[in-house]
């Protein structure tokens, strides 16, 4: 029974009161179609929303495009939080150093580079510092010499001790220098002898070598045009794009490096030059330069070589079937340590030296003197002493005069020889006297 007493409830309920269930079916179809209102707005609510995020999506698409240069930013980061974690990073770095940080796979690797770029770029302001400093040197002086002279003239009051300038002699401005040195490059360049650099070593150095190498280069450009009978300077192998041509344009500057008085190309030294008169010079070849001749066109391999690459010219010369030639270090210096390669700079002095008239002594004055202890000569006067000659008479008579030196001297000491004769006797006697082991047969257990 009390299970269906509340549906009997309310089924009086709705018989009793029609006017009620009218009104809740009223409510309840109101209700409805609120909801379905309330969808509509939903979905177009919804909609809106989805283009709203479709724009921005695009939207960030488009700024990502815009901005892919944010890894170059993640890396100025980078080094940033390593600056203030202090490490060894440098102050200023540019986006090409970026780009090969971030080429870059391990964290050591790039550690190492960026403590590299450190050290250049405080040796730069150190090197920046000291020519300031003696250029405020230069003033001061120059200032107290100044009003030395002052005060002296406010003492005297002669106007005839004042000092005159020297206008005999005209002063030799730089520029003209500069075109004097331009002019004698220009005359090697059409009637000069040449002198080549092979570039075709950019896969076998590293970073750090190749921008030695180019700092090498500069030193052996610049020491060439200063010379009064300059070489004529080929950059050959130098391929267009590569890592020699960009560090050369980045030190030399676009218009500086067109404007160059020598010979940049890409082609081989094979095809600009006849075989006969090419000679690869190497420190690894057999055939010593005894004389410099000026119908030859030398070669040098522009690479760094720190006895890693030992034997890499002297291989690439025997595939072209071309002759070598190394320098005669070890007949006129007396080497100590390091190895015997030298760098592109010294190796055009000591060039430019024999070109101009120069002896084997001062052109081997540019090797290092950290290298070697000195020219052989010199060390075979200094320290060799005279030995004089004797026969063997005279050695026997200055043998006997020592002896009566020391008997006079009461030296009771008998001389070596006397020793070995006593043994020799005295061992003679006791073999003698010594009675011989023999053995019986009869005498055997």
Partial sequence: ??????????????????????????TQTSDL??????????KTVMKSQQVQEGKEVEAGDAGEEKAEPTHLE???????????????????ISDEELETVGKLETK????????????????????????????????????SKQSAAEEDLDEEGDSSKRPQNNTFLLKFWNRSMDTMNNWRAAQAMRFGQPLVFD?????????????????????????????????????????????????????????????????????????????????????????????????????????VDKCIHTGLSLANAKRLQLATACLPLDNFLQWDVGSKNLTLDQMIRILLTLKNGG?????????????????????????????????????????????????????????QTKVATLLNTRRIQVNDVRPKKTKNWWKEE
């Fill in 1 to 26: 029974m009390r299970f269906f007493k509340p549906r009997v409830l309310t089924a009086l309920w709705s018989v009793c009161s029609p006017q009620t269930a009218a009104q809740t079916e009223a």
């Fill in 33 to 42: 179609a609120s909801e379905k209102l309330d969808l509509d707005i939903w």
């Fill in 74 to 92: 993640n890396i100025r980061e980078l080094v940033d939080m390593w600056r203030l974690a202090g490490k060894l990073v440098p102050e200023q």
């Fill in 108 to 143: 050591s690797s790039k550690k190492k580079y960026l403590k590299y770029l450190a050290l250049k770029e405080h040796h730069k302001k150190t090197v920046k510092e000291k020519k300031e400093r003696k250029r405020r040197d230069k003033e001061a002086q120059l200032l």
């Fill in 199 to 303: 570039m075709s070593y950019e896969q076998n150095m590293s970073r750090q070598d190749m921008a030695s190498a180019i700092s090498q280069l500069i030193e052996s450009e610049g020491w060439n045009r200063r010379s009064p009978d300059p070489f004529h300077l080929h950059f050959c192998n130098l391929e267009p794009g590569g890592n020699y041509q960009r560090e050369l344009l980045k030190r030399y500057g676009a218009t500086q490096w067109d404007r160059l008085l020598i010979t940049a190309t890409s082609q081989h030294y094979m095809d600009l030059f006849p075989p006969s008169q090419l000679v690869y010079l190497t420190a690894d070849s057999r055939n010593v330069l005894k004389s410099f001749d000026h119908n030859k066109v030398y070669i040098i391999g522009s690479i």
């Fill in 359 to 415: 002896t084997w002594g001062e052109a081997l004055q540019f090797v290092p003197k950290r290298k070697h202890e000195g020219f052989i000569e010199m060390q075979t006067k200094s320290t060799k002493p005279v030995v004089p000659v004797m026969n063997s008479k005279e050695r026997v008579s200055s043998r006997r005069e020592e002896g009566q030196k020391s008997n006079i001297m009461g030296n009771k000491r008998p001389s």
